[in-house]
């Protein structure tokens, strides 16, 4: 990995960048070939605090210090080959990266008869890009002295990855999951508690992810000295974003060698779907720096943006304040945040990470919404011609690089001349029981009440008999609104 | 427990020398803590140092459960021993509260709270009784309207200024900017977990007072005030600061005559929402009572 310090984003000739006079590079690429290019500044390693306005310390000052300390651990590590080694034989030995680079060669028909190549991190351990990410902070945990980790989670991804990694290091667990979530999601309330994780249903506010990390916040807030808050996206206080995006970089660096290797060249574009956007960033770092690639992040349409109910933050959010950074943010004209809506409980949620922020304003990304309806059928379709089932969140990349590949290929002789790769962020198997609802395969909400049932009267079971030993078990209830 | 409305407030016998009916003549030197004389926070603190005792901080929500409720009580508060009224914007996302204050603001913005009603409640308070009122505010509300039209209609208003949970000075440019134009006080908070290099950062960028919170943790009643609040308190004068008030767990007056003993305030929150949850406006009221009876120290309670 690069450790020269980048230039802050600040400085940029984003301008000059965009009209393609002269490239921003900043010679801190490990990989250079073709199309990468050089010059005064570069749009990969941004450290933070701020991407342009955005980014920064929106944070109580109880947390301060925390976050202080993070920061200087994290800096040492990421520059210490010891960490450095230790995160790539994680990777290797437990993730099993590289993940492939699959070319999907039936689905490829449907985008035009542009070359569609997906990034498979549904490949990974605990079936998501997740992994990267919280086996990075969960070490960092580790040096810090922390004995415990808490974590929020929409789906359930992050929270599972985040028991694994826990259960891997020898650290407590706390994860909090909106209560509707919890319910939604039942199969991956087990699987966390299975883990040896404690799963707190958060019941305040709209019970999904937002108000998830407002209960870890609180938690953090109330035991810092222990504990280390493993935020799951590339959103937050500094240094979370730039942080979280380290841990994710593997993928854009494994993506842009592998496609290199498979066809020769850069692709045309890269398409990822953007929830608080660490997926998304972690690709798009390969190739911020080529001028040639086209990048495309897909926010949740919902039912549609016309309709109000969505999660497409940077299509139609304001700048605002939200979990520590400074972003675009789903929220009305009193600055209270507005509940989003997405068929995907991993993009369900009202703000994004601020590099994401800086990158749209500055044109290096494009950023577009999907619709629900767009997202199942793209999910459908790559079940039946690649045999792959997606997660319902990367199924909105796979949607958008249909769109993509139907645009860049309108006017080409040869179709397959155009190259795009989809991150494939995460696995379906968790979506299995939305995706038959959806299709009218099963009665699903029959299925998922009864799984949900179980799950919720085990957990209970559990509550109740910690509740008259265990402190931590009071506390937790009292989160959750007495 | 009777309501005496003569106990404190419009009958203040202020011998401060800027009383708050001055409406603020703009600040001295920038970001000094506490040095204008326009200071209303630091105006009330003063008040009540001349007499001997500390100052008694009291929160409520704004709209909870409606404006008028807001107002008519915290007037009772400045009736019944608040020096400093402390009204809470509501907001979707209050990361530093804890359950009774999430469930208050969350039932007030179901009834339809709107954030520029603040300005009536501070102005419906302000008409009525001396007492500095502040607004608590989450950063993105005053982002939304805007800094410096948020401060200008508070300023409007009669208010003191804001006291803001989840900005730290690093980030506070604007409120500076438009804090010194306005004449409002900035009261940032300082935690046990600040270095004394924050702390000096936050005592320079404050004006009015310095808010520390007594304990690392969301706001909620405690059963005791932790140890750390009183060293903190010394940290924080050591860092420069002339008014440092405590917060955070307090909500008995025993534990406001405990930090009346090294502190020049307390701020109580939870506890009075949760007598307004429960009795109204009188319980606040008679809470209120209660509480200041700690303000002076052991043995010299006033008969």
Known sequence: MATTPAASPQDHPADAFLSGATSPAGGTSTNPSAGSVTGAGSFRHAAGPYFGSYGGRWMPESLIAALD?????????????????????????????????????????????????????????????????VLGQALLAKRMGKTRVIA???????????????????????????AEDCRRQALNVARMQLLGATVVPVTNGSQTLKDAINEALRDWVANVDSTHYLLGTAAGAHPFPAMVRFFHEVIGEEARGQILEQTGRLPDAVCACIGGGSNAIGIFHGFLDDASVRLYGFEAGGDGVETGRHAATITLGRPGVLHGARSYLMQDED???????????????PGVGPEHAYLADIGRVSYEPITDAEAMEAFQLLCRTEGIIPAIESAHALAGAIKVGQRLTADQ?????????????????????????????????????????????AADTAADAASNSAPNAAEANQWNGK | MSVDPTLNGSSTNGSSTNGSSTNGLSTEGSG?????????????????????????????PAGYPDVQTTIDAGIALARNGADLIEIGIPYSDPVMDGAVIQAATTEAIANGFRVSSIFDIVAGITAATDAAVLVMTYWNPVLRLGVDEFSRRLAAAGGAGLITPDLIPEEASQWLEASQKYGLDRVFLVAPSSTPER?????EASRGFVYAVSIMGVTGTRTAVSSTAESLVVNTRAAGAARVCVGLGVSNAEQV???????????????????????????????????????????????
């Not at chain 1, 929020?152 to 909106?178: D, I, K, N």
């Not at chain 1, 991150?423 to 029959?446: H, P, Q």
């Not at chain 2, 702390?199 to 005592?203: E, W, Y």
């Not at chain 2, 003993?261 to 319980?283: E, K, M, Q, S």
Request: with cysteine; proline share 2%.
């Open chain 2, 32 to 60: 000094t803590e506490g040095s204008g004389t326009a200071s209303k926070s630091a105006a009330a603190i003063d008040r009540a140092k001349a007499q001997g005792r500390a100052a008694l901080i009291c929160y409520i």
């Open chain 1, 335 to 349: 600055g209270q945040t507005v509940e989003s809506h997405s068929i995907s409980a991993g993009l369900d949620y």
């Open chain 2, 257 to 303: 005559r405990e930090i009346a003993g090294y502190a020049d305030g307390v701020i109580v929150g939870t506890a009075l929402v949760a007598a307004l949850r429960d009795g109204g406006v009188p319980a606040l009221a008679e809470l209120t009572t209660d509480l200041s009876s700690g303000l002076r120290p052991a043995g010299t309670e006033a008969h």
């Open chain 1, 413 to 457: 002789a040869d179709p397959a001349e155009t190259i795009i790769v989809v991150n494939l962020s995460g696995r379906g198997d968790k979506d299995v029981e939305t995706a038959a609802a959806w299709f009218d395969l099963i009665d699903a909400e029959t299925a998922a009440e009864a799984v949900a049932e179980a799950v919720i009267r």
């Open chain 2, 199 to 203: 702390l000096a950062r936050t005592v």
């Open chain 1, 69 to 133: 300390e993070l920061e200087e651990t994290f800096e040492k590590a990421k520059v210490d080959p010891e960490f450095l080694a230790q995160i790539a034989d994680l990777n290797k030995n437990y993730s099993g990266r590289p993940s492939l680079l699959t070319e999907a060669k039936r689905f490829s028909a449907h985008a035009g008869g542009a070359r569609i190549f997906l990034k498979r991190e549904d490949l990974n351990h605990t079936g998501s890009h997740k992994i990267n990410n």
């Open chain 1, 152 to 178: 929020e989670t929409g789906a359930g991804q992050h929270g599972v990855a985040s028991a694994t990694a826990a259960a891997l290091l020898g650290l407590e667990c706390v994860v909090y999951m909106g």
